[in-house]
């Protein structure tokens, strides 16, 4: 019975601490402690109703990621954006809850078109047959996507995945949150700014490329994929756009 008890309280620690370090987080990213102190561990502790332990193991996890430091004499301090883990999945998703602008898209897109294309070429070199047909399955699934029996994003988001883990490049592989958090902001951006889904054609020529082993097509489609977000970004740049 203690060991149980002990279990539960285990686990609601944990929760309560993922919880204030979801709200600590999205607040700092969302810009809510813009020109403000941050609050010591004890005011925190008293605002979230939540033990000095908990508070200091959340913001411990938002100090490795990048968000807050610890100086002598300072306090803790938020640190500038330059300093935050971007390639961390809750940083990443915390930046999509902020305002959308075509900058934080061309960053992603920009980010994008140096890994993607080379991935697509790697996998066209050294994709196993498994690989080959998670890439299939994600075309697939885009295909059902368009008659809508899937979903548009989760399956475009599952095609680029599988492409990256293709390369069988574990480095590659690791840019999956990145490339979702990439894919969500640009779907919603060429949705709403030129309703339009990605192209079939487009995903179908990388995939054929791989298939081949052909290493140089398939850069070449994956970059042109990539390239057309550019060209839209570049568009609403001209006409004065920011929101998504």
Do not use: C
Request: proline share 3%; glycine share 8%; net charge neutral.
């Amino acid at each position: 019975m203690d060991d149980a008890r002990s279990d539960i309280r285990s686990a609601l620690g944990r929760n309560l601490t993922h919880g204030m370090l979801d709200a600590l987080g999205r607040a700092i990213v969302t810009g809510g402690y813009g020109g403000k102190v941050f609050p010591t561990e004890a005011d925190l502790a008293k605002q979230y109703a939540v033990s000095r332990s908990v508070t200091r193991e959340a913001v411990k996890m938002l100090t490795a990621k990048g968000l807050l430091s610890a100086r002598p004499r300072q306090g803790t301090i938020v640190q500038p954006e330059g300093s935050w883990n971007l390639f961390d999945s809750d940083v990443l998703r915390w930046l999509l809850e902020r305002k959308f602008s075509i900058g934080l898209l061309r960053q992603f897109s920009e980010l994008r078109v140096s890994i993607e294309p080379a991935a697509a070429e790697l996998a066209a070199r050294t994709a196993t047959p498994e690989r080959l047909a998670l890439i299939d399955a994600g075309y697939r699934r885009m295909v059902a996507a368009e008659a809508g029996k899937d979903d548009t994003l989760d399956a475009d988001i599952a095609f680029h995945v599988a492409v990256l883990e293709a390369s069988g490049n574990p480095f590659y592989a690791q840019f999956r949150d990145v490339v979702e958090t990439a894919l969500r902001t640009s779907i919603r951006f060429t949705n709403r700014f030129k309703g339009r889904t990605a192209s079939l054609p487009a995903h179908k020529a990388v995939k054929d490329a791989i298939e081949a082993r052909d290493p140089a097509a398939a850069h070449a489609a994956m970059t042109q994929i990539i390239g057309e977000v550019l060209v839209l970004i570049g568009e609403a740049g001209q006409q004065g756009g920011t929101e998504g």
